[in-house]
């Protein structure tokens, strides 16, 4: 039977509600959807600088003779901790946030040295760590390529040995063993380039 007492087509009668409980049902649903898009408005943390940072990690840059002229590294932080992060409601992840800072470079003869500050940031519950390096190529104000260094190269347990595409719109490195033939015919301006811990 439908709502006004009539059977429906599957011969099964229909629940009823009565008008307060339609209201009922709609009061629950806006305090169930409520509670959850309110249930934690904290932001993504964010990290404290350490005004006493004294630990580094030195990267050495060496590019061969190419149009590249500046080097610039970028570290990338992230929370090592999740359990210190808000929760997103309904989906249910963890409200994060990767944080970039940019770190010193001295040119070294042929080379570019990035003084990486380890201990950037004081210790909190989110250990906030950087596992990844951005090293990015420039001619004068022109960003020519560019290579993501992860924490193999930063502990000293491997030397990216690279070959680097400077076409405007491909612009990044591969493994020289791999990719150096296929992106020098490629690209006239594809650059070799090595990223080492410097010891």
């Known amino acids: 039977m439908d709502m006004q007492g009539k059977e429906t087509s599957?011969?099964?009668?229909?629940?009823?509600?009565?008008p307060n409980g339609r209201l009922h049902v709609l009061a629950f649903a806006v305090l169930v959807t409520t509670g959850i898009c309110g249930c934690d408005s904290?932001?993504?943390?964010?990290?404290?600088?350490?005004?006493?940072?004294?630990?580094?990690?030195n990267l050495r840059i060496t590019v061969e003779k190419s149009e590249v002229n500046r080097v610039e590294v970028d570290a990338i932080w992230s929370v090592g901790n999740l359990g210190c992060a808000p929760i997103s409601l309904p989906a249910g992840n963890e409200r994060v946030k990767q944080v970039v800072t940019s770190e010193e470079v001295d040119k070294d003869g042929d080379?570019?040295?990035?003084?990486?500050?380890?201990?950037?940031?004081?210790?909190?519950?989110?250990?906030?760590?950087?596992?990844?390096v951005q090293v990015k190529f420039y001619r004068d104000?022109?960003?020519?390529?560019?290579?993501?260094?992860?924490?193999?190269?930063?502990?000293?347990d491997r030397i990216d040995v690279l070959t680097c595409l400077a076409m405007p719109s491909v612009a990044y490195c591969g493994q020289r063993?791999?990719?150096e033939k296929f992106y020098k015919s490629e690209d006239k301006?594809?650059?070799?380039?090595?990223?080492?811990?410097?010891?």
């Open 111 to 132: 080379s570019y040295i990035a003084k990486i500050a380890m201990d950037r940031f004081l210790p909190d519950n989110c250990h906030w760590n950087t596992g990844v």
């Open 10 to 18: 599957d011969g099964r009668a229909p629940v009823r509600l009565c």
């Open 141 to 156: 104000g022109y960003l020519v390529s560019s290579t993501g260094v992860n924490g193999d190269v930063l502990r000293g």
């Open 189 to 199: 301006n594809a650059f070799n380039a090595t990223v080492e811990l410097a010891k």
């Open 177 to 179: 063993a791999s990719q």
């Open 42 to 57: 904290r932001p993504a943390p964010s990290p404290t600088l350490n005004p006493n940072s004294h630990i580094t990690k």
